[in-house]
């Protein structure tokens, strides 16, 4: 491919784009990750990562993707034949699903429409049948990647204890973690997962454990077999801030970084941030004329809109005239939704014009694919981002 002048918008719901102080930590020299200098480091962000989870508890960090964290929880608190209980929220709650089937956990789906979260009502009824409490844990996704729509967690919590159910709760929050609110103790959530690659504005590469006493305690019973993934191996040399095999020094000098930006900023200042450019985002969309995935405002997501188009126009090929033309990406439909949605991602480092623009590149997309709208949806969104929402802004929307 020839050089496409200016940056590129990368605007798919994680990876997202690396801050510049990241970066720079990154790229300082790699450190003996045996040596003092590297114990000091990973002491500070084996700390302090804690409170991105909100958290007192342990927070465990693997040298992987997130798809290592959702083995990791699953393999540490759970034994061959046990029984959890999932929701089909999406591509990912499914992807979940099979894995705890290959690792012969008898993985049990109650059906979603993809369309909305988790329905708390349904775990607590499947929970409360479940008398002789065969069910060992209940696992969700907070933000559902695939189709834009977060879930409850404080409402899933609920579920299980109304139910009076022992039940671990289990719950991936890799797209939502440092872009959404999530209150790991609060909560009462007992495996927390999550990524670099997201809210925390790193490259991919880390992921995490969050994890509660109970889940500690229920680990030192589960009987799967683990090795990389054993929280003990871990949990031992981490108080000295080393780790059991050669950790991602650099992610990690980026990571602690990245944790300071965030409480610079102030975490609810960057909840609120993510809120309102997901708000314009939807203000856009829905000038246009187009259908938002989520279809229960309750539970928009804050940090990607999915977006559906008309029957008979093609999402994909939407995203590669905008990639062609305008040299942004955008997410791709995933599962039944292949080419039916395209994502916008609306997280991690960004401001309202990278919004905007991101918006700007859509919307000539749609003029370039001929897929029907109303033009103006930018307008919209500056409307709601500037504040404007005086006479001549409604009549824009
Ligand atoms: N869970 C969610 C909600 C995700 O969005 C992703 C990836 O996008 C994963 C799990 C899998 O993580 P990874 O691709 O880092 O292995």
Redesign the pocket.
């Known amino acids: 491919m020839s050089y496409q002048a200016g940056r590129h918008f990368l605007q798919i ?2 990876p997202t784009n690396t801050p510049l102080p990241v970066l720079a930590a990154i790229a300082k020299p790699t450190i003996d990750h045996r040596g003092p200098e590297f114990g000091q480091l990973g002491r500070e962000v084996l700390s302090d990562i804690r409170s991105i989870f909100k958290t007192a508890q342990p927070v465990i960090i693997y040298p ?7 083995e990791a929880a699953l393999v540490n608190t759970l034994s061959p034949g046990d029984k959890v209980l999932m929701f089909e929220t999406g591509w ?1 709650s499914t ?2 699903n099979k894995i705890a089937k290959r690792l012969g956990i008898e993985a049990e789906f109650i059906e979603g429409d993809w369309r909305s979260g988790v329905r708390a009502d349904a775990i607590e009824a499947r929970l409360a049948e479940d008398k002789a409490h065969t069910i060992k844990a209940v696992a969700v ?6 189709t834009g729509v977060t879930s409850n967690i404080a409402a899933v919590r609920r579920a299980i204890d109304n139910a009076g159910h022992p039940a671990l709760l289990l719950v ?5 973690l440092g872009s959404i609110d999530f209150r790991h103790d609060e909560w009462g959530v007992d495996v927390t ?1 999550g ?1 670099s ?2 809210g925390l504005m790193l490259p ?1 590469g880390l ?1 995490f454990n969050a994890i509660s006493e109970k889940a500690r305690a229920a680990s030192k019973k589960a009987k799967l077999p683990r090795s990389f993934w054993d929280w003990e191996d871990m949990l031992a040399i981490n108080e000295k801030g080393f780790f059991p095999y050669t950790p991602s020094t650099n992610l990690l000098q980026g990571l602690k970084v990245a944790i300071r930006m965030l409480h610079e900023e102030g975490l609810e200042n960057v909840f609120a941030r993510h809120d309102r450019a997901a708000e314009a985002t939807r203000r856009c969309v829905r000038h246009w004329g187009l259908d938002i995935q989520c279809q229960n405002p309750a539970e928009y997501s804050s940090s990607l809109t999915a977006v559906r188009l008309p029957d008979g126009h093609s999402a994909d090929n939407l995203r590669a005239e905008i990639l062609t033309r305008f040299n942004m990406s955008l997410g791709n439909g995933l599962g039944p939704l292949a080419d039916r949605v395209f994502r916008v991602g609306h997280l991690g480092d960004f401001h309202d014009l990278m919004v905007t623009g991101a918006l700007t590149g859509v919307e000539m997309g749609l003029r370039v694919c001929g897929i029907p709208h109303r033009s103006g949806g930018v307008e919209a969104a500056m409307n709601y981002l500037s504040g404007n929402a005086g006479p001549a802004a409604q009549a824009a929307e």
Do not use: R, Y
Not at 64 to 70: E, I, L
Not at 172 to 176: R, V
């Open positions: 719901p994680g992987a993707s997130g798809t290592g964290a959702w990912f992807l979940w996704v907070h933000n559902e990647t695939s991936d929050t890799i797209s939502s997962v990524g690659q997201k991919p992921s």
